[in-house]
């Protein structure tokens, strides 16, 4: 959904190449933080994690 927003402007009420990057960086923070509870496999398991911040960076 962040990226259709990204790519098309229009269709939602705010700059998403402004937002949408902190949107990222706090879901990341928060997956990060599971991950060292030992949550990887709530996540979707260690390959879903991996490429999560694959595409992230």
Do not use: H
């Not at 879901?27 to 933080?33: E, G, P, Q």
Request: glycine share 8%; proline share 2%.
């Amino acid at each position: 959904v962040v990226l259709a927003q990204i790519t098309n402007s229009a269709i939602t009420n705010e700059d998403m190449r402004r937002s949408a990057p902190k949107y990222v960086l706090a879901i990341a923070k928060l997956v990060k933080a599971r991950v060292e509870e030992g949550e990887v496999e709530q996540l979707g398991g260690g390959a879903t994690v991996t490429q999560f911040f694959i595409s992230v960076k």
